[in-house]
Structures are given as structure tokens and as C-alpha cells.
């Protein structure tokens, strides 16, 4: 079974794929959370959407954390649109950690890190996949990476 394959529901609990939601683009598929301290990345991840129309960036809001994502659905929409005018996809709240881990993430988890070469869990909030059209995940950065770090958009620049 492909990445792409994998079920999941939009925030407003609509059920869907994985592929679905990319549209048949590569897309760059981010664990989200709206009190973080890093939740200002949602302003790198908006202008990458808004900017590169070949690419889909997906958030994948995950309460794993230090509880940051507590918010219902409706919270969380509210929250990204009205402080970072989010306009990109995002799923139902999901585990990318531990027993209750997402498929997606049971996948995406076994690509190594960019800067440290390892793979495994999830390290924190706001860690980025860059997947191909067919599902093939390219890159992995971490947490701290911003969004419009240079070699995340050389990264997606390539796959565009």
C-alpha cells in the first residue's frame, strides 16, 4: 500500500486520503500545534502554500507535546485562520507518537532527519516531510528547521 493510500479525515471530520488531500502534487506534511512555541512557523507554511501553487502543505494537528494542541476541530480552524490566515489542508488531531500513532506517521517516521541522520519518533511540534508525487518521502527536517530555511525550498524547489 502506498503513503497516499492512507485514511484519514479532514479537521471537519470529512474521511479522505492521504492522496486526496495532495492532489496528486508533492506536498510537505507537518505535525501542527497552536501553542507552541513554535506555532509562528504556520506564517512559513502559509506563504509556501500560497507561493507554490505545484505543492500542497498539509498540518497534522497532534496534542503529543506537552499537551499544545488541546483545541476541538473548531478551535483549532478558528485559531489558524484568524491569527495565521491558514488556508492549506488540515486533518483531524492524530498521535505521531507511540501506540496510537498514525499510519502516516508509522511511515514517515523510518526517513532519517536531515541534520542528524536519524530516524525514529517524532521529536516535538512542527516536524517536516517533504513527500514526492508518489508518496516517496524526499526529506525529513526537524522541529527548529523553519519552513523558508534554504534547504527546505531547495528541497521543494527540486520536486516542483
Known amino acids: 500500500m502506498s503513503l497516499l493510500d492512507a485514511q484519514i479525515s479532514t ?69 489558524c485562520s484568524s491569527t495565521y ?13 507511540g501506540e496510537g500513532r498514525h499510519e502516516i506517521y508509522g511511515a514517515l517516521t523510518t526517513t532519517p532527519e536531515a541534520s542528524t541522520g536519524e530516524a525514529g519518533d517524532i521529536t516535538w511540534n512542527f516536524e517536516k516531510f517533504l513527500v514526492d508525487a508518489e508518496g516517496q518521502v524526499v526529506k525529513r527536517f526537524g522541529p527548529r528547521t523553519e519552513p523558508e530555511a534554504p534547504e527546505v525550498l531547495e528541497a521543494i524547489n527540486s520536486l516542483v
Do not use: H, W
Open 85 to 97: 490566515g491558514v488556508t492549506f489542508p488540515l486533518t483531524e488531531k492524530i498521535e505521531v507518537n
Open 11 to 79: 479537521l471537519d471530520g470529512e474521511p479522505t486520503t492521504l492522496g486526496a488531500l495532495t492532489g496528486g502534487k508533492p506536498a510537505l506534511l507537518v505535525n501542527v500545534a497552536s501553542k507552541c512555541g513554535l506555532t509562528p512557523q504556520y506564517e512559513g507554511l502559509e506563504r509556501i502554500a500560497e507561493s507554490t501553487p505545484g505543492l500542497t502543505v498539509i498540518g497534522f494537528p497532534c496534542n503529543q507535546f506537552m499537551g499544545q494542541e488541546p483545541g476541538s476541530p473548531e478551535e483549532i480552524q478558528e485559531f
